[in-house]
């Protein structure tokens, strides 16, 4: 997927859309993860779609929940949620950085790997 230390660096078109692909796959990722969020608050606390879209983006966002859940079925789906969600905020925050970082390391050749 990312080229290697002896091949040239990318062009700024080809790396636009490369950053673009990660992007796009970091919201597709968010999305679905919001939409979860959403439907477990839903179905468990009986939250309307508002509220259960504020929870489920500020638990994605990594700011933590803002109503407590109040049934016992709905606390363990926020916990388990929670855990979900630092994960995913940790992996999309991975997925945007990957192309930046490895450009930077690439451009400067920063790699231990000598390569083929």
Known sequence: MYERRRHPVLSRTAFAWRLARHVALAG??????LVVGMV????????????????????????????PPVTEAGQVFSGLYALY??????????LLLAPLVHRLLHHFHWEDDPGP
Do not use: D, K, T
């Open 85 to 94: 969600a630092g994960l995913v905020f940790i992996l999309v925050a991975g």
């Open 28 to 33: 597709c990722l968010m999305a679905l993860s």
């Open 40 to 67: 477990g608050y839903g179905h468990y606390e009986h939250w309307g779609w508002r509220q259960a879209f504020l929870n489920s983006a500020m638990l994605l966002g990594g700011m933590g929940p803002v109503h």
